[in-house]
């Protein structure tokens, strides 16, 4: 049976997940970028965008299982890029040019109707502006047997843990500290959700948690 998973979700030793002031210079907020040098040197990641080389070990091998065995994606309009209210034309089409990384169906939530958009290498945007629920039975129609990865952001991260609907997190834990932006667990009780931590082991840049949901 398919599972929901988080994967490869990078968070400061402070508990954000991005910085603050999103924009098209700093997609991941300030600072942002710094949380995620264990997974840009990889050698999974250089290949991902066509680069040669890259480190191998504990990160690329994270990195690997953070992109295997999802059939649909789901992330938040604020992932997809950095237009606000309604879509003032259909020019954005993501921050990852025109074969994103991603290869399967990507459903995007949002509040604003849109067309779908297809992309290079298998990889169509839907956007979704039913909610959550509705985002998560069309990806898993979309994925099959395999599972669906919450892409992000923490908004959408949060979401769905909120509603009980993810079953394992793997969270790369970097030595960073932001001091402020955007929260992953503020107000969230991770044990009271089910959640124990099943494995965790560390790099030079980044310690790997994996958190499953209680099957009971």
Not at 56 to 85: C, E, K, Q, W, Y
Request: glycine share 16%; net charge negative; proline share 5%.
């Amino acid at each position: 049976m398919s599972r929901v998973r988080v994967a490869g979700f990078t968070i400061s030793i402070d508990g954000f997940g991005a910085g603050p002031d999103q924009s098209l210079r700093e997609p991941l907020g300030k600072r942002g970028e710094e949380m995620h040098g264990w997974i840009v040197g990889t050698r999974t990641f250089r290949t991902l965008f066509g680069r040669e080389g890259g480190a191998t070990g504990i990160d690329d091998d994270f990195t690997a299982r953070s992109l295997d065995g999802f059939g649909a994606h789901i992330m938040g309009r604020n992932m997809f890029g950095p237009v606000r209210g309604g879509w003032p034309d259909e020019s954005w089409k993501g921050w990852w040019g025109d074969n994103p990384p991603y290869h399967t169906p990507v459903f995007v939530l949002t509040h604003h109707p849109r067309d779908r958009v297809e992309m290079e290498g298998g990889t169509t945007f839907h956007f979704v502006t039913g909610g959550i629920a509705e985002a998560l039975d069309r990806a898993r129609a979309a994925a099959g047997d395999r599972d669906v990865k919450i892409g992000g952001g923490v908004a959408t991260v949060r979401q769905y843990l909120q509603a009980g609907l993810i079953d394992e997190l793997h969270l790369a834990i970097s030595p960073v500290v932001l001091g402020r932006g955007e929260a992953l667990f503020a107000g969230i009780d991770l044990p009271g959700l089910g959640f124990t931590v099943t494995s965790h082991v560390s790099s030079e840049l980044a310690q790997h948690v994996i958190l499953r949901k209680d099957a009971g």
